[in-house]
T-cell receptor
Framework: SQTIHQWPATLVQPVGSPLSLECTVEGTSNPNLYWYRQAAGRGLQLLFYSVGIGQISSEVPQNLSASRPQDRQFILSSKKLLLSDSGFYLC??????????????FGDGTRLSIL | SQQGEEDPQALSIQEGENATMNCSYKTSINNLQWYRQNSGRGLVHLILIRSNEREKHSGRLRVTLDTSKKSSSLLITASRAADTASYFCATDVMDSSYKLIFGSGTRLLVRP
């Protein structure tokens, strides 16, 4: 069966520090991968998605970047964190040529607090 | 920008009652999905309904889709305290990406 791992679960970082969040998927190949951010009590904002190794689509201009160095690994990074980067970050995956034709499967998220 | 918007934003019911949540969207879709999120956790997929379908069932869940009104509803029958969670609809954007856009959710509280 397929599983998705996301870590760390919580992270407290000072303003201006770098960031690296990692997400890995097991039990499937060539998944579509997604990074979302969720503000408290709100819906999900799509940050990045990837349909293959090295293929990254950015949805909103921001202080973050994403990379997909391996088929089932998706990394969210920042060189210098801002206070506005605080939030709940979720990684997800699904299959299919059309991103929306199959359910997305989510990790348990990383709660990022910037001090 | 938001594609789907849930209504109500919050709902409190007694255990055993039915819970109905609504989702409205703005542009044509291929499909609509409903997800559940327990506090502090990731989302869990509940149901996917395609644009040519009008109703789908899964256990105590019933989803309807009215493409003429650009709206969907999620009905949870005989609710349980364990159904307490936030529920989100997600619709796809019919551009070249077909990515999902999530609404802001309905927070459901089921009182024992």
């Amino acid at each position: 069966s397929q599983t998705i791992h996301q870590w760390p679960a919580t992270l407290v970082q000072p303003v201006g520090s770098p960031l690296s969040l990692e997400c890995t998927v097991e039990g499937t190949s060539n998944p579509n991968l997604y990074w979302y951010r969720q503000a408290a009590g709100r819906g999900l904002q799509l940050l990045f998605y990837s349909v293959g190794i090295g293929q990254i689509s950015s949805e909103v201009p921001q202080n973050l970047s994403a990379s997909r160095p391996q088929d089932r690994q998706f990394i969210l990074s920042s060189k210098k964190l801002l206070l506005s980067d605080s939030g709940f970050y979720l990684c997800a995956w699904n299959r299919g040529l059309r991103l929306s034709n199959q359910p997305q499967h989510f990790g348990d998220g990383t709660r990022l607090s910037i001090l | 920008s938001q594609q789907g918007e849930e209504d109500p934003q919050a709902l409190s019911i007694q255990e055993g009652e039915n819970a109905t949540m609504n989702c409205s969207y703005k542009t044509s879709i291929n499909n609509l999905q409903w997800y559940r999120q327990n506090s502090g956790r990731g989302l869990v997929h509940l149901i996917l309904i395609r644009s040519n379908e009008r109703e789908k069932h899964s256990g105590r869940l019933r989803v309807t889709l009215d493409t003429s009104k650009k709206s969907s509803s999620l009905l949870i029958t005989a609710s349980r305290a364990a159904d307490t969670a936030s529920y989100f609809c997600a619709t796809d954007v019919m551009d070249s990406s077909y990515k999902l856009i999530f609404g802001s959710g309905t927070r459901l509280l089921v009182r024992p």
